[in-house]
């Protein structure tokens, strides 16, 4: 069954400077927990219709207008199919002269002429007006004998529209990049690159975790303790193949909260959701479509989650930034080239100009300047302040980590926007912005407002909040049910772009410099012309950077 | 090749004595030609063709009044296909996407031609011509094809070395000029590139007096 995850935007960009919960009624007994290598496979839920879906929804008229795009010189013929005009292909016989193929073709249309045969063809080009019916004039030279064959330059379609059913029904995010066409550039989905994602973990594995859960109070309400429990842990299936077939391609895990102690599983679902943007896997007819869905993935945990805390695997949730600046020292010398960074924190918007100023966080300066040194493009969230006012920072407050990484080439900050473009209401904005990519919003569109990947079914994972589960019916979580859930935010946009720029390595960019760049370069210009502080230079386009540039165009 | 180039040489100086004594008041000389052309912009070019420089294969017909003054009129054709690129503070990334470009220029020129030795003829002169210029690549759609002209201006000199009554020899290099193709986006306006032309080394095969 199909779940939603509606969370407040600030809920999904995790905020890494310490939070420490206040936990009322919290047992005396300190948490003890041992994580067992063995655990049963997930079980997988598959989608059905939310209530507030419509039929023929936004969904399905921007996919029909991005690829409407893609057949603007075209025309459809009585047979039905699209094709370009003031064209036909004629493969004449062999025996047939030159001069001769001329005045065949005159026979078709008073108009044709034999243009030169193009490369890697055994087929000529017969031009012709074009406004002639080209499947008419393909008839009449198909019917001369010195033709073996004539036919219109009919269109095919993008032959990597994935199968995974979800992706034609949820997942307006990635026609709205023109991903489509960016795959059949660059169908390989990125085998060779390594993208790490600096999160709450992902959900790499099977496990079982015995824990001894205490009580706390949450929400107002006060939990009891569930002493010891067997908590039943799934790798997500879309990320590593059912049964695992898949898990070669998760590289070097590692928790940084515990220096590796546990392994870096995810609690909360945010780093397997982004994860999924990333790197799901895809054209296998299940769940939704990842972009770089050949990746390999590094999970490096830098982020405590709820359960984290209670199970005594992080100290309070989030992050601080010692963790995220080890994170990525961790990520760049175990060989990934693209960090997803969808974290961040609101900050004074001098850190420029003032590094020291009591806010600023120059260790993470300082280490995303060394993963990209190391050859790493990163990118960080841009924050979901936007309707916010921060008591220290006002209105609209800078996301420190976004702008930091505005400042350094190779890195980059992502706004979000919504299915139609528009900035999503709650995306931060200011002079630090430099791409936008799909975040989706909570906000009139109903379902087709969220990005859908795989991870877990919060009904199951979420028991300590009262508006998900009752708190008389309060049990143990389980991190062994996945499903489609769509969530929105600033997090969500920073995978599209981190997907994009794996592929952009694999098609041959590997500076990470010079991927901002492309990005950069390649983006559409949406909002105010040029760089604005909504969208920075404008929302990611997948096909554009992947294409490059010809000599003149 | 430079040795080929100087046996030509030697074996245009040693030929039969040239008809150049008895040369018609106008003479109409078809001749082909190949050359290589050392692009001006070799940034783009190095990025997409991975060098700068690259063969045109043409001819065309020469008129010479006098045995002097000379008008030409050619036509040739460069072919090449190279990948879709990127250039980023001064890296060039080739992206492995098909890219094919066409150059046809066509070319009137007039000039003068020394009287040296008989058997040589020294020459120089000035033209315009109307430079194509296509691009087509993988992946695209029909409207991101490039298909344009521009003119551009030439000036050019050489010598030509009878190896028969009816048959010389030339050797030339020209210098082209020509804005308004590329810098206009692409490669070229990254690399900040706006000139077509550059200059080519020329080897004529013409027939006639």
Request: with cysteine; glycine share 12%.
């Amino acid at each position: 069954m199909l779940r939603l995850r509606v969370r407040s935007a600030a809920s999904a960009v995790f905020v890494a400077v310490a939070l420490v919960l206040t936990l009322n009624g919290q047992s005396p007994t300190a948490p003890s927990f041992r994580i067992e290598n063995i655990g049963l496979p997930a079980v997988e839920e598959t989608a059905a219709i939310w209530s507030e879906a419509r039929p023929g929804g936004r969904v399905d008229a921007i996919k029909r207008a991005a690829r409407d795009t893609s057949t603007a010189n075209s025309r459809t013929g009585a047979s039905g199919r699209a094709y370009t005009p003031g064209r036909v292909i004629v493969r004449f016989r062999d025996d047939v002269p030159v001069a001769e193929r001329r005045a065949v073709a005159r026979l078709g249309s008073n108009t044709a002429e034999v243009s030169e045969r193009p490369s890697y063809a055994d087929f000529d080009i017969v031009r012709i007006d074009a406004t002639e019916d080209a499947e008419a004039v393909a008839a009449a030279l198909a019917a001369r004998p010195q033709v073996v064959y004539a036919q219109p330059a009919y269109h095919v379609h993008a032959s990597m529209v994935p199968n995974d059913p979800n992706y034609t029904t949820l997942q307006w995010n990635l026609p709205l990049v023109d991903l489509e066409r960016a795959w059949d550039i660059q169908p390989d989905g990125a085998s060779t690159v390594v993208v790490a994602v600096l999160d709450t973990g992902v959900a790499y594995r099977n496990a079982t975790i015995n824990v001894n859960i205490p009580a706390f109070r949450n929400a107002g309400v006060n939990y009891p303790a569930l002493g010891p429990s067997v908590v039943p842990y799934a790798g997500a299936p879309q990320l590593i193949g059912a049964n695992g077939a898949n898990a070669s391609r998760i590289v070097a895990p590692f928790d940084i909260l515990s220096n590796g102690t546990n392994p870096p599983l995810d609690l909360e679902g945010h780093g397997t959701h982004v994860s999924g943007t990333i790197g799901q896997l895809t054209n296998d007819n299940i769940g939704e479509a990842g972009i770089a869905f050949n990746v390999k993935l590094m999970p490096v945990k830098v982020l405590g989650s709820f359960w984290d805390v209670k199970f005594g695997f992080a100290p309070f949730e989030g992050g601080s930034d010692d963790d995220v600046a080890r994170g990525l020292h961790y990520a760049a010398d175990n060989g990934a080239k693209v960090i997803n960074m969808s974290l961040g924190s609101s900050g004074p918007s001098n850190c420029a100009s003032a590094p020291s100023t009591p806010g600023c966080s120059p260790t993470i300066e300082a280490a995303i300047r060394y993963a990209i040194g190391k050859g790493a493009f990163v990118v960080v969230a841009g924050g979901n302040e936007f309707e916010d006012v921060d008591p220290d920072f006002g209105a609209n407050p800078t996301s420190v980590l976004a702008e930091i990484a505005s400042r350094i080439p190779g890195a980059v900050s992502v706004a979000a926007v919504d299915p139609q473009k528009n900035r999503a209401f709650y995306s931060s904005t200011g002079a630090y912005i430099e791409l936008a990519a799909p975040g989706g919003t909570s906000r009139g569109f109903g379902r087709g407002g969220f990005i859908f990947q795989q991870t877990f079914d919060f009904n199951f994972t979420d028991t300590f909040d009262p508006t998900v589960v009752p708190p008389s019916q309060y049990r143990a979580p389980r991190f062994d049910v996945l499903a489609n859930i769509g969530i929105v935010g600033t997090s969500m946009a920073a995978p599209h772009v981190s997907g994009i720029a794996a592929l952009l390595m694999q098609q041959g960019i590997t500076d990470p410099a010079a991927i901002e760049d492309a990005l950069e370069k390649s983006a559409q210009d949406i909002g105010t012309p040029g760089r604005d502080p909504s969208f920075g230079f404008g929302l990611v386009d997948a096909r554009n950077a992947l294409r490059g540039l010809g000599l003149t165009r | 090749m430079k040795t080929t180039i100087a046996a030509l040489m030697v074996f245009c100086a040693l030929a039969a004595p040239a008809a150049a004594q008895d040369e018609p008041s106008i003479s109409i000389r078809p001749f082909v030609f190949g050359s290589v052309q050392s692009f001006a912009a070799v940034d783009t070019f190095d990025a997409v063709f991975g060098r700068s420089y690259d063969p045109f294969f043409g001819g065309g017909l020469q008129a010479v009044f006098g045995g002097t003054f000379y008008v030409e009129l050619s036509a040739s054709r460069f072919r090449q296909t190279g990948q879709r690129a990127f250039i980023s503070g001064g890296q060039k990334f080739r992206l492995g996407i098909p890219l094919t470009a066409t150059i046809v220029p066509f070319e009137v020129s007039g000039g003068y031609r020394f009287r040296f030795s008989p058997r040589v003829r020294p020459y120089v002169g000035v033209g315009v011509g109307s430079y194509q210029y296509k691009e087509t690549s993988t992946f695209s759609d029909p409207a991101e094809d490039v298909d344009v002209r521009h003119a551009g201006v030439l000036v050019n000199g050489g010598a030509e070395f009878r190896v028969h009554r009816w048959v010389g020899i030339g050797a030339e290099v020209e210098y082209s000029h020509v804005p308004g193709i590329l810098g206009t986006g692409g490669v070229s306006l990254q690399a900040g590139e706006k000139d077509l032309g550059g200059v080519a080394g020329r080897l004529k095969l013409i027939v006639g007096r």
